[in-house]
């Protein structure tokens, strides 16, 4: 999982400090694509003064590293950087930097949409004591988006329940969907395998989560068996498969 760092410990308590040499920071344009600096074709992320006509913003640390974020936009190509999209940064980074570029997509990403007060209209400002943005004018405070969200495993003997989306992630999944208002995590699982599949379930078990930045989520995954005949009935406004693979059996 994409958080299993160990050793390394994330520290993202908020600190208020000036980014140094040794920093390392995240500039991102307005989609949300990242700097990369290519370095003899060895890509990388920046270090803290590649980009000193930007102010930078403390995000979090992983042991002693710092990373910050650079609050103005790059808005045109620097010659020895590429810009990167977060699905792409997953495959070229590894390790702790991909959890770090994660992290801070959730964090740019929750910034850039929010500048301005939903309550009285008013532009935000950074709190200067915890993560978190105010407005001076009604004193509102907003604080990072987190949404949850489950994955499912959904098992019949020893077949497990595969799909494909029809757009967006191309590659096999799992059945997973957003809680919904009023929702136990529970009765998400139960709700989206019947949305997408057809398929009732029974014995939901907690597995694991995961922060997943690429979409502001907590990803909480669970396991549940299939209850009746398991007949699938897929949603093809949804998925464009779905099926139940044997343990034995590949897939992509």
């Not at 988006?145 to 959904?154: E, K, L, S």
């Not at 907690?206 to 549940?224: E, H, N, R, T």
Request: charge should be negative.
């Amino acid at each position: 999982m994409i958080q299993d760092i160990y050793p390394h410990k994330l520290d993202n308590s908020y600190r208020n400090r000036e980014i140094k040499a040794e920093d390392i920071l995240f500039v991102f344009d307005k989609e949300g694509r990242m700097l990369l600096n290519n370095n003899e074709g060895s890509l990388a992320l920046p270090g803290g003064m590649e980009f000193p006509d930007h102010k930078a913003k403390y995000l979090f640390s992983v042991d002693k590293d710092s990373y910050f974020m650079a609050e103005g936009k790059a808005e045109c190509e620097y010659p020895g950087y590429g810009s990167y999209t977060i699905r792409e940064i997953r495959d070229i980074l590894s390790g702790v930097d991909v959890y770090a570029a994660f992290t801070a997509y959730h964090l740019w990403k929750w910034y850039s949409d929010n500048r301005f007060c939903g309550k009285c209209g008013g532009g935000l400002i950074h709190d200067e004591k915890e993560r978190a943005l105010k407005c001076p004018a009604c004193k509102n405070m907003i604080y990072p988006r987190i949404n949850p969200a489950v994955i499912v495993g959904v098992t019949k003997g020893d077949s497990m329940l595969i799909t494909k989306y029809r757009r967006g992630y191309g590659h096999s999944a799992l059945v997973a969907g957003f809680t919904e208002i009023g929702e136990t995590l529970e009765e998400t699982v139960a709700r989206e395998v019947m949305e997408e599949t057809g398929i009732r379930v029974k014995n939901i078990r907690y597995y694991k989560s995961q922060p997943w930045g690429m979409a502001q989520d907590i990803l909480v995954g669970f396991y549940c068996e299939a209850d009746g005949d398991a007949e699938i009935h897929m949603d093809e406004n949804e998925l464009k498969y779905a099926d139940w693979v044997k343990r034995e059996e590949s897939y992509e």
